[in-house]
């Protein structure tokens, strides 16, 4: 086994943190093709699985209207009004209000888009739009709105037999942060997910509209705008999924720190020959702040090995 990824804070010429990364890369066939660390790490699925989570809702009778509305379903957006009234559209759609949402209330991830927001609200919460179509499907398939987070709901148990379908045999379910469950599998199954679906619908609205499956200053929006090939899915704790170039790519900080992603990301493409070197270097050695001004980087070291 190879060692992982090392993720390296710089402040003023010193190392001040480091983050290890594991990284799974496998072929349509499933196959382990490179990695680095363990590529057998389990992780949960987390945000990764919402392009997946909205073909099950498709699949249980939710007829968006246009792209945009599949593209908010598969994100973690920044709560912008962009976002907002996609989400709503969905609703409107269905004809349903969105009283009916049961993630958490939330004000935008988004910091300037919080001006102008009196008080949390489901809607804002970055998985409002799967929860939307989550409801959407419920009525359309005429199971209760009330429960649809709940893991014995038919639903859920759809979206699980989806998963597994797809990725292998998961454990859990656990509940995540929007309430919702959410399931655990090795890195190297969660990187088979968008690979398998890539050719869908959900992959075409995502690469239509990156702009909506994250927003403004994010790793998803930038990397699929700057690079249309590619497709990405981050979630929580430090964790990203990819499809591109016929191969299937999963990482995940073992210390959940989000800030090692974009980094990790950017060099295991690079170095798999996926995208330019000098690609979205603001996300490839994002900056470190000292007084409000750049004093220092992070960068990605390490290699992934090919099998």
């Not at 309430?179 to 599998?185: L, R, S």
């Not at 070291?301 to 099998?307: I, L």
């Amino acid at each position: 086994m190879s060692g992982p990824l090392v993720v390296e804070v710089i402040r003023s010429g010193a190392r001040e943190s480091a983050h290890e990364v594991d990284v799974a890369v496998v072929d349509a066939e499933g196959r382990l093709v490179a990695s680095a660390g363990d590529p057998e790490q389990p992780a949960a699925y987390r945000s990764s699985s919402k392009p997946i989570q909205a073909r099950a809702a498709l699949q249980a009778g939710w007829t968006p209207s246009d792209a945009r509305a599949l593209a908010i379903a598969c994100a973690s957006h920044n709560g912008e009004p962009e976002h907002i009234d996609a989400v709503r559209a969905v609703f409107a759609d269905a004809g349903l209000d969105e009283s009916v949402l049961r993630c958490p209330p939330d004000v935008p991830m988004y910091l300037p888009a919080v001006m102008g927001v009196h008080k949390p609200a489901p809607v804002y919460h970055n998985c409002s739009g799967k929860h939307a179509a989550m409801v959407a499907a419920c009525k359309a398939s005429g199971w209760p709105l009330e429960s649809y987070r709940d893991d014995q709901h038919p639903l859920q148990a759809a979206v699980r037999a989806l998963i597994e379908s797809l990725i292998g045999p998961v454990a859990g379910p656990l509940v995540d942060g929007c309430g919702v469950p959410t399931f655990v599998a090795p890195l190297r199954a969660l990187a088979c997910g968008l690979l398998a679906i890539d050719g869908g619908d959900e992959a075409a609205a995502m690469r239509a509209h990156p702009f909506l499956v994250a927003g403004s200053e994010r790793l998803d929006t930038d990397l699929m705008t700057a690079a249309p090939h590619v497709l990405i899915k981050s979630g929580a704790e430090g964790l990203a999924c990819v499809s591109v170039g016929g191969l299937g790519v999963s990482l995940k900080a073992r210390d959940g720190a989000a800030r090692a992603r974009g980094p990790a990301v950017m060099a295991v493409l690079e170095q798999l020959d996926l995208i330019p070197e000098a690609l979205l270097p603001q996300h490839r050695e994002p900056p470190v702040l000292g007084g409000g001004e750049p004093v220092g980087f992070l960068r990605a070291r390490g290699t992934v090995e090919r099998a």
